[in-house]
């Protein structure tokens, strides 16, 4: 094991896998019972809900954070009632999530748009994971939340269509409280309908 891995070990930048948590106890000639207790708990905490600390003042840096959690992780049960989770977000989606979570709840930016840029990045990067076939994935979000038009027009029907997309790997299931095809239909008309009243 590498000295920096040891460092970021130690100052709680990652958090150690039960294999790890075996090698360093050895290392410091723990007896056998000691190193099954401290693997026990490694793997506890690897499956245990996490929550982020708070204080968070740039969003990129949150994606990268949570990847580094979700790259350790070989199941997600996501239930998430406000906003489509960031794992199944279309671009716009994630940056219409982004730019108001940046604006309301960080600390501003010196450069927002740029700010926001990257986060999105970042989050688009996160969805990487979804194709990993040893990890298992479950997402249930309700009926509300794919009815809520968030930001322009065209953003919910590419965001439904992303949808669709990401439940065709064997790993990942998503399940909505209805079905997405009439809500498609129905953002589809509304949008056409904008358009020729626009145009």
């Given at each position: 094991?590498?000295?920096?891995?040891?460092s970021k070990i130690e100052t709680g930048s990652v958090i150690p896998a039960p294999a790890d948590v075996d090698v360093l106890a050895r290392?410091?000639?723990?007896?056998?019972?000691?190193?099954?207790?401290?693997?026990?708990?490694?793997?506890?905490?690897?499956?245990?809900?996490?929550?982020?600390?708070?204080?968070?003042?740039?969003?990129?840096?949150?994606?990268?954070?949570?990847?580094?959690?979700?790259?350790?992780?070989?199941?997600?049960?996501?239930?998430?009632?406000?906003?489509?989770?960031?794992?199944?977000?279309?671009?716009?989606?994630?940056?219409?999530?982004?730019?108001?979570?940046?604006?309301?709840?960080?600390?501003?930016?010196?450069?927002?748009?740029?700010?926001?840029?990257?986060?999105?990045?970042?989050?688009?990067?996160?969805?990487?994971?979804?194709?990993?076939?040893?990890?298992?994935?479950?997402?249930?979000?309700?009926?509300?939340?794919?009815?809520?038009?968030?930001?322009?027009?065209?953003?919910?029907?590419?965001?439904?269509?992303?949808?669709?997309?990401?439940?065709?790997?064997?790993?990942?299931?998503?399940?909505?409280?209805?079905?997405?095809?009439?809500?498609?239909?129905?953002?589809?008309?509304?949008?056409l309908a904008l358009a020729a009243a626009q145009g």
């Open positions: 094991m590498s000295q920096a891995k040891i290392a410091l000639h723990a007896d056998d019972a000691e190193v099954f207790r401290l693997v026990m708990l490694a793997e506890s905490r690897r499956n245990r809900v996490q929550e982020l600390p708070p204080g968070r003042t740039d969003a990129a840096i949150w994606q990268v954070e949570i990847a580094q959690l979700e790259a350790a992780a070989s199941t997600f049960r996501v239930f998430q009632p406000a906003v489509v989770s960031g794992l199944l977000q279309a671009s716009e989606y994630a940056r219409t999530v982004l730019a108001r979570v940046q604006s309301t709840v960080m600390d501003p930016p010196v450069e927002p748009d740029r700010a926001v840029a990257e986060a999105v990045s970042g989050r688009m990067r996160r969805q990487e994971v979804l194709t990993d076939r040893n990890k298992e994935f479950r997402f249930v979000m309700p009926e509300t939340l794919l009815r809520f038009q968030l930001g322009r027009a065209d953003v919910m029907p590419a965001q439904l269509n992303r949808l669709r997309e990401v439940a065709r790997p064997d790993n990942v299931e998503r399940e909505a409280t209805c079905d997405i095809e009439p809500l498609l239909d129905r953002y589809r008309r509304h949008y």
